[in-house]
Nanobody, 124 residues
Framework: QVQLVESGGGLVQAGGSLRLSCAVS??????????MGWYRQFPGKQRELVAR???????NYGDSLKGRFTISKDNAKNTVYLQMNSLKPEDSALYYC????????????????WGQGTQVTVSS
């Protein structure tokens, strides 16, 4: 059973920083990690991209987030990190980890997984 284990959300004042972590567990079936990333969802809105990093290390960010947010990964730990600096109240949202994995099971297949979400609240 593959799971994404998120940590690092919480309450921070405007201008502060938080670092989110997401680790892939159940690695025995994982052939490769194609990409991992973070999305966020505001109440009543669709989930939107925050940042994403591919297995090869290519990154892309949501609009206007690059410069404040940085995504990185530790391949040995199957973990992705999101460093969020200069946080603003409008960054308050539920942040979800996402992973696209190639699994080696009875056959090779590509699956997408989501974490349960971690709340980030930025006070003014």
């Amino acid at each position: 059973q593959v799971q994404l284990v998120e940590s690092g959300g919480g309450l921070v004042q405007a201008g502060g920083s938080l670092r989110l972590s997401c680790a892939v567990s159940g690695s025995g079936r994982i052939f490769s990690i194609n990409a991992m990333g973070w999305y966020r969802q505001f109440p009543g809105k669709q989930r939107e991209l925050v940042a994403r990093i591919t297995g090869g290390g290519n990154t892309n960010y949501g609009d206007s987030l690059k410069g404040r947010f940085t995504i990185s990964k530790d391949n040995a730990k199957n973990t992705v990190y999101l460093q969020m600096n200069s946080l603003k109240p409008e960054d308050s949202a539920l942040y979800y980890c996402n992973a696209v994995l190639t699994l080696l099971d009875l056959r090779i297949k590509v699956e997408t997984y989501w974490g349960q979400g971690t709340q980030v609240t930025v006070s003014s």
